[in-house]
């Protein structure tokens, strides 16, 4: 039977193709609620801006205060929150950390059935987001409070125009683990890179920690304050672990004077489930919003907070303050953060990046896809969600504004939307 499998994966894979080929956009389509706020103000507004984006690891938007979460794991991203651009509807391409990392850097998909090695710089170059910075006369960095050699991380990162890739082997610390150490150490390590800089040239750092990942035991000290009861309960006491680094970084950079001329980006890798849907646990398997919903805030001090924004404060066209924060409904892919990062700096993307910059008012698209078991399929357009079981010809189609738990499945009363999702998804995995 595994040998079977792994014929079909080949065949899968012969199909997927090593890239995804652009499908009709959806973004132009009535897809029932879309909303996008007009975010061009920003573009250009932020150029010659610090850029630091943390990638979070294994957390769903829903699992945090700015999403809805009626507790605060995160606080210090939750003031990030409040004086940013919260993007409410935010997707992984992929709900795992190395090919998802494809995504970020690059700005494009990967592929069903294509291991991560094949995406190594020397295989699939592309004009990565730090090479783009690098360009353009940036220090780039990449920190990770884990392993480059962890699933084939290295070859994903080498040779993608970092001058600097530091991880937990370089990093040392007080506390470590087989998987890693501390975010406070890595935060340390950070900040010291800032102070040992070039001050006539702006700098790019991407920092990947670890805090949040399964079995939710990251290395350190400080309080957890969720406890230890069960699996849920310890992860969201490591994202709190993990926030408190985030908080220091934060406020070390203001310290520096240095805050008023950054650009934070919060992202997520992937989702993380806890068997909200029947054997749902962690996040490659299925396509709920758990798994690949994730957070994306945007915040410049000084340009999107309450004190200083579009018209003294008010709201983005298209969007709503809420507790300080600009709200973006617009859906937003993992493909499209490098070109929306790009736009704030006044840097033209290239024309290799399949993504959009999301500070345009379109309504967007959001396309994801697992191949871990079954090989799932889907998208996201307006407050519509298709997932799409392409092994078992089966789709489920939610309505996300009266279901976001995604537990009623209406694609018999809507066989008009599910065969035009199908299709774009079918054109979108095709060979370019």
Known sequence: ART??????????????????????????????????????????????DVVWIVLESTAAQY????????????NVSALAARGIVFDHAYAVYPESIKGLYALLCAAEPAAYVDAAAYAARRRPCD???????????????FHSGRFVYLGMDEMVADRGFDSLVDAAAIGGAHASSFGVDEA??????????????????????????????????????????????????????????????????????ARGLSERTLFVVSGDHGEAFHQHPGNFAHSLYLYDENVRVPLIVAAPGLTDARTGPGGGAAAPGSVRDGGAIRAPQVTSAIDIAPTILDALGIAAPAGHRGQSRLAPAAGV?????????????????????????????????????????RHDVAATRPDLVARYRADLERWSRPR
């Open 64 to 75: 945090l205060a700015p999403y809805g979460a009626h507790e605060d794991p995160m606080p």
């Open 128 to 142: 990565s987001l730090a090479a783009v910075l690098g360009g353009a006369g940036y220090q780039t960095a990449l």
């Open 366 to 406: 959001a396309r994801f896809f697992t191949d871990h078991s079954a090989w799932l399929m889907g998208l996201r357009a307006g407050r519509w969600k298709l997932i799409r079981d392409v092994d078992g010809d089966h789709d489920l189609l939610f309505d996300l504004a009266a279901d976001p738990a995604e």
């Open 185 to 254: 150490a890595t935060v340390a390590r950070i900040l010291a890179h800032v102070d040992r800089r070039d001050r006539a040239r702006p700098y790019f750092v991407m920092y990947l920690p670890i805090a949040g990942h399964h079995p939710y035991e990251s290395p350190g000290e400080g309080p957890r304050p969720f406890g230890e009861s069960g699996d849920f309960r310890r992860y969201l006491s490591d994202l709190y672990r993990g926030d408190a680094a985030i908080g220091t970084l934060v406020a070390g950079l203001a």
């Open 4 to 49: 079977a499998w792994r014929q079909a994966g080949a065949t899968r894979a012969a199909l997927a193709g090593a890239a995804a080929g652009r499908a009709a956009p959806l973004d132009d389509g009535p897809e029932g609620d879309s909303a996008a706020a007009d975010l061009r103000w920003l573009a250009g507004a932020a150029a010659g801006r």
